[in-house]
């Protein structure tokens, strides 16, 4: 679940992910279960819980774990009440970071942010100061040493995609989020395997960060989402991919 910023990072984040699969499931199970909650139990007529079950086959997450979390959701077994939030803050060195939260206890979670973004050198922004840098688009990232952009794209293009583009070997597609599942599913009908699939808050530009900054950002990143109430960690750092190092 890792926020978006250059897809090229977030492949080279890969083993890292794989290692938190477990939590990598919980956080998928909370976003079907409110998907389930809000907008009811069947993905047919159900566009937010259509695109979470995406993102849980591709996560491989077991049939018997999604109905549940749909059941949770609507209320056929006993589960938690989320709420949804959304922080706006800044990382240090004045990057544009959003934190979407599903919390059962709203109070921990302001806490909990609050005291990282803290720690890290980060500060909370005023609503609105840092979403007007993001937009919504569906973000499909496929490995540029298997399939041609070319090929990619004549497909993406047809089925409704905005935009492809490599982005150091990863060819990445871009949609509006209306046309996401479209996409994805001729990609997937086509027996293309994706490295990564989402609707994403996606920057408008990405600011340029030099290796010691961009390890302090990285790492305010990963506390951010190891923490349980945080679904989502969005930014708009072009992070150098030894950072940290």
């Known amino acids: 679940m890792s926020g978006h910023s250059k897809w090229a990072t977030i492949k080279h984040k890969k083993g890292a992910a794989d290692a938190k699969r477990g939590q990598m499931f919980t956080k998928l199970i909370k976003e079907i279960s409110i998907a389930a909650r809000m907008g009811g139990g069947d993905p047919d007529t159900n566009a937010?819980?259509?695109?979470?079950?995406?993102?849980?086959?591709?996560?491989?997450?077991?049939?018997?774990?999604?109905?549940?979390a749909i059941k949770k959701g609507t209320g056929e077994l006993e589960g938690s009440n989320y709420e949804e939030l959304v922080y706006e803050g800044y990382a240090p060195g004045g990057i544009a970071i959003l934190i979407e939260v599903l919390t059962d206890n709203k109070n921990r979670a302001a806490a909990e942010v609050r005291n990282l973004l803290t720690r890290s050198g980060g500060t909370l922004a005023t609503s609105n100061a840092v979403m007007r840098l993001f937009a919504r688009k569906g973000v499909i990232s496929l490995d540029g040493e298997k399939y041609t952009e070319d090929k990619v794209m004549e497909l993406a293009l047809e089925a409704g995609a905005d935009d492809i583009v490599?982005?150091?070997?990863?060819?990445?597609?871009?949609t509006s989020p209306d046309a996401f599942e479209a996409v994805l599913t001729a990609i997937n009908n086509a027996g293309m395997e994706t490295d990564g699939a989402e609707i994403s808050m996606v920057p408008e530009t990405y600011v340029d960060v030099e290796k010691d900054a961009g390890g302090k950002v990285q790492k305010l990143i990963d506390r951010l989402e190891e923490s349980d109430d945080v679904q989502n960690v969005y930014h708009n750092a072009n992070i150098p991919e030894d950072a940290g190092e």
């Open 48 to 68: 937010r819980l259509r695109t979470a079950i995406l993102k849980a086959k591709a996560a491989n997450m077991p049939k018997d774990n999604v109905e549940r």
């Open 166 to 174: 490599d982005e150091d070997g990863e060819i990445v597609v871009y």
